[in-house]
C-alpha cells in the first residue's frame, strides 16, 4: 500500500479590507433609500391584508445598516395560528461600498446567497436598479 505523503501547509494571504464609508456619503444614501422606499416601494409592495390569509403577505419594507452595507429589507406577517413567529424579516438587496462614492448591487437568492449583478453604481444608479430591476423585489 503506497504511502501518503505528508501534508505541507502554507499560507493564505489576507483579504483585502474593505473600505469604511465615510459620513457624508451615509447620510446621503441613508436619506435617498428612505426616500424610495415611501414613495416607490411600500406602494407598490404593501397591499391590504386578504380577507381569509392562507399565505405570509408583506407589511413593511425599511433599510438597515450593517458595516459599510445598506440592506433592504421586508417584514411579513404570519396569518396562520401555527406559525412560530407572528412576523419575520427577510433582506432582499444589499448596498456594499466598494470605495470612490461607488456600491455594488446585490440581491438574496431563494438559496439564501447574495449574488452580485452590479460592481461599481453610483447612488442614483441603484437607486434606479432597486426600483425598476425585477431582481430586487421583496
Not at 74 to 94: D, N
Request: proline share 10%; aromatic share 14%.
Amino acid at each position: 500500500m503506497p504511502k501518503k505523503k505528508p501534508m505541507t501547509w502554507m499560507v493564505r494571504p489576507a483579504r483585502p479590507k474593505k473600505p469604511s464609508i465615510p459620513e457624508s456619503v451615509k447620510a446621503l444614501v441613508d436619506a435617498k433609500a428612505k426616500k424610495l422606499v415611501a414613495t416607490a416601494l411600500k406602494p407598490k409592495f404593501i397591499q391590504r391584508p386578504p380577507r381569509t390569509p392562507r399565505f405570509n403577505y408583506i407589511i413593511d419594507v425599511a433599510v438597515k445598516w450593517h458595516g459599510s452595507s445598506l440592506y433592504f429589507i421586508s417584514t411579513y406577517a404570519c396569518p396562520r395560528t401555527y406559525a412560530i413567529s407572528p412576523t419575520f424579516e427577510t433582506k432582499f438587496a444589499r448596498m456594499e461600498y466598494v470605495g470612490d462614492g461607488k456600491f455594488a448591487l446585490s440581491f438574496m437568492r431563494y438559496t439564501g446567497q447574495w449574488v452580485r449583478l452590479y460592481d461599481a453604481l453610483t447612488v442614483n444608479e441603484c437607486m434606479k436598479a432597486i426600483k425598476d430591476d425585477p431582481w430586487f423585489q421583496p
